[in-house]
């Protein structure tokens, strides 16, 4: 199994950046794809972005395009999110997710709470 904790989430100020860490662990080379997502309150999850751990192709939602970016440093089997310009809206927790080839994130990090002040 792969297992997934994130870091790096916090309060920042309307403009300002973040960097968020998902940190991998176990059956490292059942990973296809890492994905991440947030769910701000009331509001149902929303895919963000996701990068391909073979190869490091990159897909982001419209939402964060040309703000967010996603990297990975295979060595430290851990994935980047870093987030710039960032706005109210983008408040939410953050949670990053693992495809081990089946199609679809099964595995889950427990999230990690952004706050964009005004």
């Known amino acids: 199994q792969v297992a997934l904790v994130e870091s790096g989430g916090g309060l920042v100020q309307a403009g300002g950046s973040l960097r968020l860490s998902c940190a991998a662990s176990?059956?490292?080379?059942?990973?296809?794809?890492m994905g991440w997502f947030r769910q701000a309150p009331g509001e149902e999850r929303e895919f963000v972005g996701a990068?391909?751990?073979?190869?490091?192709?990159?897909y982001y939602a419209d939402s964060v395009k040309g703000r967010f970016t996603i990297s990975r440093d295979n060595a430290k089997n851990t994935v980047y999110l870093q987030m710039n310009s960032l706005k109210p809206d983008d408040t939410a927790v953050y949670t990053c997710?693992?495809?081990?080839?089946?199609?679809?994130?099964?595995?889950w990090g427990q999230g990690t709470q952004v706050t964009v002040s005004s």
């Open positions: 176990g059956r490292i080379f059942s990973m296809y794809t």
């Open positions: 990068i391909r751990w073979s190869g490091g192709s990159t």
């Open positions: 997710a693992a495809d081990t080839g089946t199609g679809s994130y099964t595995r």
